[in-house]
């Protein structure tokens, strides 16, 4: 536990540049839209645009951060391999500092998600925050979930590059992903036998906002959110669990067994 600690401390160390990064952009696209939306008297309104915009873009932080991370491994892959410890412990480290980077992040931008969206649309502080909770816990999870994916095909690429030029490898992967996707998601993920297993556990979340709706011109502009009472299933979260788990430790196995040297 120890050495996984340490191992956790460098990969803060590591990951630092992504957090960085993605608060500087925010903060410069905050002024952005705040100085060009001041002089129209909508610098709130645009406050919470962007930072609406800005945390749904966090779905991609941790794709983004792993693919990082693990290109900066990738310089001295033998070393990182070499660690005594498994696969599954190395990534999990990653994944750990990846995440808690993102809600360091997500929480910045919340704020003025937050603060900007009181002023645009007329939901009560109770909606608001309702709403938010639901959604940063949601970008958080499909961003994990996600990255366990993106982990998989870069294990795959580092796989293929043993045996092709890495242009020819990320071709490959690039193109199994697409069907990978069509298959599992497409398929796989609107079949009959995948609603059985998955749709259980119903839980009503009551009314939650889906959409945004923009209406502007020179005199005005009106942002509303379109919402609905909404449901979801307990057992379509159980299931991605176990998908990411066995990809997790297929991902694992690989870096483990195959790339290694």
Do not use: C
Not at 74 to 93: C, D, E, Q, V
Not at 167 to 175: A, D, E, K, N, W
Not at 211 to 233: H, K, P
Request: aromatic letters at 18%; charged letters at 10%; hydrophobic letters at 60%.
């Amino acid at each position: 536990m120890k050495a996984w600690l340490a191992l956790v401390k460098k990969e803060f160390r590591v990951g630092l540049p992504i957090l960085l990064l993605a608060i500087v952009l925010f903060l410069v696209g905050l002024v952005i839209v705040t100085v060009s939306t001041y002089r129209f008297g909508y610098a709130w309104d645009g406050v919470g645009i962007i930072g609406l915009a800005w945390g749904g873009g966090h779905f991609f932080f941790m794709a983004i951060y792993m693919l990082y991370s693990l290109a900066v491994e990738r310089k001295r892959l033998h070393l990182w391999l070499h660690n005594p410890m498994h696969a599954s412990g190395l990534l999990a480290a990653k994944l750990v500092t990846g995440t808690v980077y993102m809600i360091i992040s997500l929480l910045v931008v919340s704020i003025a998600a937050y603060v900007g969206g009181l002023h645009f649309v007329e939901f009560s502080d109770g909606t608001w925050f309702k709403i938010g909770l639901i959604a940063f816990v949601h970008v958080v999870m499909f961003a994990v979930d996600f990255s366990v994916y993106v982990i998989l095909a870069y294990v795959v690429f580092l796989l293929l590059e043993r045996y092709m030029p890495a242009f020819l490898s990320g071709t490959v992967v690039f193109i199994g992903w697409w069907v990978f996707a069509y298959l599992f998601f497409g398929l796989i993920g609107n079949s009959k036998i995948y609603a059985a297993i998955s749709e259980w556990g119903k839980i009503d979340l009551g009314f939650v906002a889906n959409s945004l709706q923009f209406d502007i011109s020179i005199r005005e502009a009106i942002v509303n959110f379109q919402g609905e009472d909404t449901f979801i299933y307990a057992g379509n979260y159980v299931i991605e669990l176990i998908t990411i788990l066995i990809i997790y430790f297929i991902a694992s196995w690989l870096l483990d067994k195959k790339v290694e040297v």
